[in-house]
T-cell receptor
Framework: GAGVSQSPSNKVTEKGKDVELRCDPI?????LYWYRQSLGQGLEFLIY????????KSGLPSDRFSAERTGGSVSTLTIQRTQQEDSAVYLC??????????FGPGTRLTVL | QKEVEQDPGPLSVPEGAIVSLNCTYS??????FMWYRQYSRKGPELLMY????GNKEDGRFTAQVDKSSKYISLFIRDSQPSDSATYLC?????????FGQGTELSVKP
């Protein structure tokens, strides 16, 4: 079956611009996660959606980062006024419950 | 101190060797333990998942969890060049995953 998909696969933007990253989870998975992977920091949790519950935003590094999940399916991660330190691979994962998570291929963001 | 510690390597072994990858953790609330494999410029791929102490085997891979020592391991038997990748341990109390730094493994033909 189809796995988690993310778009775009690569994004190059200028400092100060806003970007939107999209995630399509595996059909039927109730939980959706965003992580960030960078050389110095490894894989870090950003935000977590579970069903209709309020999202866990505890990993968002600043108020420039936000995410939404529409209709319990597709999610968009938005970074406003991008900075060079935002350059990283942004990974989305989905889960049928609260344990196993299946990752997408990621979006490689480069902020010039 | 990080919640999850993993030796970053790199680790280089000859084809056919047994590989041992390890992580230690400090949070007693962790109850789900996973190993992911990540090839260059790809997303992490779930290899093994367990939630109890003991061993779990899947083909050439064995995952071992020792909750009393807060220590998990992944063993790869008869390693192949195609096993060359970064291996990430991950654990969770339920919900978000906390990852180790990843161990870069190279299996030489």
């Amino acid at each position: 079956g189809a796995g988690v998909s993310q778009s775009p696969s690569n994004k190059v933007t200028e400092k100060g611009k806003d970007v939107e990253l999209r995630c399509d989870p595996i059909s039927g998975h109730t939980a959706l996660y965003w992580y960030r992977q960078s050389l110095g920091q490894g894989l870090e949790f950003l935000i977590y959606f579970q069903g209709n519950s309020a999202p866990d935003k505890s990993g968002l590094p600043s108020d420039r980062f936000s995410a939404e999940r529409t209709g319990g399916s597709v999610s968009t991660l938005t970074i406003q006024r991008t900075q060079q330190e935002d350059s990283a691979v942004y990974l989305c994962a989905s889960s049928p419950g609260s344990d196993t998570q299946y990752f997408g291929p990621g979006t490689r963001l480069t902020v010039l | 101190q990080k919640e999850v510690e993993q030796d970053p390597g790199p680790l280089s072994v000859p084809e056919g060797a047994i590989v041992s990858l390890n992580c230690t953790y400090s949070n007693s609330a962790f109850q789900y333990f996973m190993w992911y494999r990540q090839y260059s410029r790809k997303g992490p791929e779930l290899l093994m998942y367990t939630y109890s102490s003991g061993n779990k085997e899947d083909g050439r891979f064995t995952a071992q969890v020792d909750k009393s020592s807060k220590y998990i391991s992944l063993f790869i038997r008869d390693s192949q060049p195609s096993d060359s990748a970064t291996y990430l341990c991950a654990m969770s109390p339920g919900g978000k995953l906390i990852f180790g730094q990843g161990t870069e493994l190279s299996v030489k033909p």
